[in-house]
Each structure stands twice: as C-alpha cells, then as structure tokens.
C-alpha cells in the first residue's frame, strides 16, 4: 500500500514537471512579444528593450525557467498586465464560483447517474433501459449552451421561478447561493449524468454476469445485496475512474457555462486574459488547473486500494 502510494506520488511530480516545462515553453516560443504587450502600442524600441531587460527575457531559455519556475514554487504566480494585480489573487477571487459549480454538478452527476446505471443494469433491456440509452444519446448530443438558454427562458424568463444569470458568494446566504447555482449545474450535469449512467450500466453488466453473481443469488442473497454489496463494488474501479476524471475536466473546463450564464469564475478569467494577451494569467491558471487535475487522479488511485484489495499488492 505505501509502495503503491509511492510511486503514484512520484509519477505525480513528473507529471507537474512536464506540464512545468510545456506551459513556460507554450508562451515563451509564441509569436507575441509580452514586452511589447506590456509597453502598449506607441512605445518604442527602446522602451520594449527596456522591458524586455528588466523581465530577463533575454537570458537563455534554461535560466529564464529556472527563474520561473523557483517563483511559482514560491507562490508568486507574477503580475497581471492586464490590471497590474497579483496572479494569484485574481484567481483567488475567481475560485469560489468554480468550484462551487463543479462540487454541485459532480454531485448531482454521480447520484443521478450511478443510480440511473445501476437500475438499467439490473432490468437490461427493459423500458428504462432503452429509455436510459435515449437519454444518454441526448445528453452527448445537445450542446450545454443551447440546455443553458433553454432553462433560462424557461424557468427564468417564462416562469420566473429562478434567477437568470450571475453569482452570489455563499457567505452572503446559502439560499441566494444555491438558487443561482441550480440552472448552470441542471445544464453541465446533463452530459455528466448520460456518461457516468453509461459507465455505470456496462460496468454492472459485466459484474452481474459473473459466476460468483448467480452462486450468490442461489444462496439466497437479496436484491440489495447483489447490487450494492456484491456487485456495485467490484464495478466500482471505472465508475470512480470517469467520476474523477469528470470532476478534474469540470474545474479546468467550465467556461462555456459560465459564459452562458454570466458566472465570474476561472472560465471568464481565462477567456479575458486570452482577449488581453495577459500571458502571466495564462500560465498561472493553466499551472493551477493542471495541478488540480493531476491532484485529482491521485486521490483516484488511491482510492482504488479501497475499492479492490489487490491494487493494494
């Protein structure tokens, strides 16, 4: 189990190292020239030099990530061009929404959508099978923007029962908190429930087909023991697999939601730093979210010793 940690651990740091590397290089080897960006459109050569010296972009590439790299080690993420504001604060202010979004859409996706498989598993071929797989073909198909502005016309504009757009911080109450938040998570989730309901579905049908199954149920075992005690487990490996890697997509990929529906998250501080060329949120947002994602398949694989015995050899 410790060795297993182990090198989970290790493989993790290569990873962020790499990913280390790929972003430093990403901008630094882009056509754009953060000198200029910063000395605006009418300065001239000598102040771009000027700028250009005191960011150290003309020493070689090697010290340049060094420098870098022991800088966000240290947590100083940089400046932004843009407003002049530390990095890391101006994600700080953008976390809150985020995550508030992802927490509940993984939620609600991982109930509605293990428990969606587990009863289409368990009545294969039935009506709510065949009506599962109808569903799940519409969740892949329909874009998020286009569920977004249907629930806002619907159960805002029409009806009036929920707000439109926009955000309310959760230490202002928890009612106005989650009633701005039930539109965009019933949108994302949607997606999210047809792809862990179908994971689900085939990782039970597998399992239920096994020996060890039907031995089971000639014993006498219940309904509830053979779904959740028996076979729910030893399905459970990839089901925890595409819930984590759904939860580490939605933190890094929750832009087009919040576009929709007006929410100040890590999204729109990307697509703004993008439009402004603002390469030092770039970098820090792009470290961040793929230090998340890797955190996250950690937690996962470690998870997986609880699930399955054996990973634990």
């Known amino acids: 189990m410790v060795l297993y940690a182990l090198r989970r651990l290790i493989s993790t740091i290569v990873v962020m190292a790499m990913v280390g590397v790929f972003v430093f290089l990403l901008l630094r080897l882009s056509p754009s020239d953060p000198a200029a960006i910063i000395a605006g459109d009418s300065a001239t050569a000598e102040r771009i030099a000027g700028i250009r ?3 150290g972009l003309n020493d070689p590439l090697p010290v340049q990530f060094m420098i870098w790299a022991r800088s966000i080690l240290s947590g100083d993420f940089g400046i932004s061009i843009f407003t002049r504001l530390p990095v890391l604060q101006l994600i700080g202010q953008r976390l809150e929404p985020t995550i508030s979004l992802a927490v509940l859409t993984m ?7 293990i428990s969606f ?9 039935g009506f709510f099978d065949r009506a599962l797989a109808g569903f799940t073909a ?10 977004g502005y249907f629930f806002i016309y619907w159960f805002a504009i029409s009806t009036h029962w929920l ?18 938040l039930i539109l965009p998570t019933l949108a994302l989730s949607l997606a999210y429930i047809a792809f862990i309901a179908r994971i689900t579905r085939a990782s039970m049908l597998e399992v239920l087909s096994e020996d060890y199954m039907r031995t089971a149920a000639a014993k006498g075992a219940s309904s509830y023991a053979l779904l959740f005690h028996h076979a729910l487990r030893n399905a459970g490996v990839p089901i925890l697999t595409v819930i984590g890697v759904c ?20 999204g729109r501080l990307v697509v703004d730093a993008i439009n402004n060329r603002d390469y030092p949120i770039i970098q820090g947002v792009l470290i961040l979210a793929s230090g998340m994602y890797v955190l996250v398949n950690l937690a996962v694989d470690l998870a997986y010793t609880l699930i399955d015995p054996r990973i634990r050899y």
């Open 117 to 125: 498989g587990i009863l289409a598993a368990w009545r294969a071929g």
């Open 163 to 180: 707000p439109v757009q926009g955000y309310v911080s959760i230490g202002l109450g928890f009612t106005p908190w989650i009633m701005r």
């Open 247 to 266: 939860f580490a997509y939605l933190i890094s990929g929750v832009v087009i939601t919040e576009t929709v529906f007006n929410i100040p998250g890590i």
């Open 138 to 147: 519409i969740g892949f198909s329909v874009p998020v923007f286009v569920v």
């Open 53 to 55: 010296a005191q960011l």
């Open 107 to 113: 939620i609600l996706s991982g109930c509605v959508g």
